[in-house]
T-cell receptor
């Protein structure tokens, strides 16, 4: 079983839709959960980060963590064509070097 | 807003040559990382660095790789004798003490021919 699993997509949605992106993980030691946006051949851009379980909202973005199910989500409200990118989840344990384990990324296309 | 910078943006080298990839982390950050992403694959951890020492390295980070902080601002990744399979995007990242979120640079695309 992979440590972090993420559906690669592509996911195509119309402009204005609510987008739901998800990752599952197997390592119960993960405590920190991050979402990055990556445009083609660019560096990952930090969108959201959360510690342990719960929700966090920032503008059009909401991150959710359900540690009991080992499942994290990123919701994008009122999606725009400029949101078209690959979305990476990443997570780390609380001990050690906080190195990240990434998912494969989900490619999102928002159609105008 | 401060950001991580990396140079060069693209490096082409021949197999067996040495390359040095350079990074300038965010100035008040103390923890530094290198990751790589082979085209079409996920981002993978290579090495973490703190207090002028490697704190953790992955299986990928073998004897051909080394890291250094030669001065107060730069952080470098050296590959001694490049192989075809080293072709990838290499990302530098950094974070502050007592914070877990890492900020990534734009990457260096390494092409080994």
């Amino acid at each position: 079983q992979k440590e972090v699993e993420q559906d690669p997509g592509p996911l195509s949605v119309p402009e204005g839709a609510i987008v739901s992106l998800n990752c599952t993980y197997s390592n119960s030691a993960f405590q920190y959960f991050m979402w990055y946006r990556q445009y083609s051949r660019k560096g990952p851009e930090l969108l959201m980060y959360t510690y342990s379980s719960g929700n966090k909202e920032d503008g059009r973005f909401t991150a959710q963590v359900d540690k009991s199910s080992k499942y994290i989500s990123l919701f994008i409200r009122d999606s725009q064509p400029s949101d078209s990118a690959t979305y990476l989840c990443a997570m780390s344990a609380r001990t050690g070097t906080y190195k990240y384990i990434f998912g494969t990324g989900t490619r999102l296309k928002v159609l105008a | 807003e401060p950001e991580v910078t990396q140079t060069p943006s693209h490096q082409v080298t021949q197999m067996g040559q040495e390359v040095i990839l350079r990074c300038v982390p965010i100035s008040n950050h103390l923890y530094f990382y290198w990751y790589r992403q082979i085209l079409g694959q996920k981002v993978e951890f290579l090495v973490s660095f703190y207090n002028n020492e490697i704190s953790e390295k992955s299986e990928i980070f073998d004897d051909q790789f080394s890291v250094e902080r030669p001065d107060g601002s730069n952080f470098t990744l050296k590959i001694r004798s490049t192989k075809l399979e080293d072709s990838a995007m290499y990302f530098c990242a950094s974070r502050r003490e007592r914070h877990y979120e890492q900020y990534f640079g734009p990457g260096t695309r390494l092409t080994v021919t």
